[in-house]
């Protein structure tokens, strides 16, 4: 949705060379539609519903931020991806619920990230596949990666950033925690929050212990011992703190884990 012809002509391309460049691991977008204003474009959806929509917030008459907030009453109501050239507006386009916030000029990896994030929304819808629901697509140094939940066993906030986990290596994606833990219930994943900082999987918790650990005292330089509650994780063996309000919870987890096994 957008009142200049070359804007929605080169978005229509970039949308065109998703789809040419898309592997098994992407999901396949379509143009279903354009429009030149909010009144249009309300028109088409009420017509045909669509899992995205691109669009622009200054638009003759209604304004995009005041169409998104009509989209979000429809029965099926798509997902939002805001493009404009102006970046003032980035905070009431989140408190609508977007997905994403692009600036112009759109670059390919850009939407191809804002669409993955789409994707991870509705991901039986847009894929196709019987699998989709148990894989997280994430975003990693410009490129989109789709991983199976089963093979995820933490993620850990890490300064500005979060370290994602597997068996095979890791990950550094901009997620945050809070994000992840919600796609994760929603994509049936099994993870318990061990400290603020940290996300597990259920399946690759081994052991609750407490654990003493040396850390140096700012002032004299001398080591101390530290104690506190960790969780060793399994199969990389690595031990991550527990939080104390978080201790009940895993000993629990891994009782029941117990009981199931």
Do not use: C
């Not at 009453?73 to 989140?94: D, G, I, R």
């Not at 550094?172 to 992840?180: A, M, P, R, V």
């Amino acid at each position: 949705v957008d009142d200049e012809a070359l804007a929605r002509l080169r978005m229509r391309s970039l949308v065109d060379d998703l789809a040419a460049t898309a592997t098994g691991a992407d999901a396949t977008w379509t143009v279903a539609g354009e429009a030149v204003n909010a009144e249009q474009a309300l028109q088409l959806l009420l017509q045909q519903p669509v899992q995205a929509v691109l669009l622009d917030i200054q638009l003759p008459g209604q304004d995009g931020l005041q169409l998104a907030a009509h989209l979000r009453a429809l029965p099926q109501p798509p997902a939002v991806v805001f493009v404009t050239a102006h970046e003032a507006h980035a905070l009431q386009a989140f408190e609508l619920e977007a997905v994403d916030y692009l600036a112009k000029p759109v670059r390919l990896e850009r939407l191809r990230t804002a669409l993955a994030r789409v994707a991870q929304r509705l991901p039986a819808v847009v894929s196709g596949a019987a699998a989709a629901s148990e894989a997280l697509v994430i975003s990693e140094r410009g490129r989109v990666l789709r991983l199976p939940v089963g093979e995820l066993l933490y993620f850990k906030a890490e300064q500005k950033q979060v370290l994602l986990r597997t068996p095979d290596g890791s990950h550094l994606i901009d997620d945050s925690l809070t994000d992840l833990e919600s796609r994760l219930a929603a994509l049936g994943g099994r993870f318990i929050r061990v400290h603020r900082n940290a996300l597990v999987a259920l399946d690759a918790m081994r052991e609750l212990q407490l654990r003493q650990e040396l850390a140096a005292d700012a002032g004299e330089g001398v080591a101390d011992l530290n104690e506190g509650w960790a969780v060793r994780v399994a199969p990389l063996d690595e031990w991550l703190s527990v939080s104390r309000r978080q201790v009940a919870a895993v000993r629990a987890a891994l009782t029941d884990a117990a009981q199931q096994d």
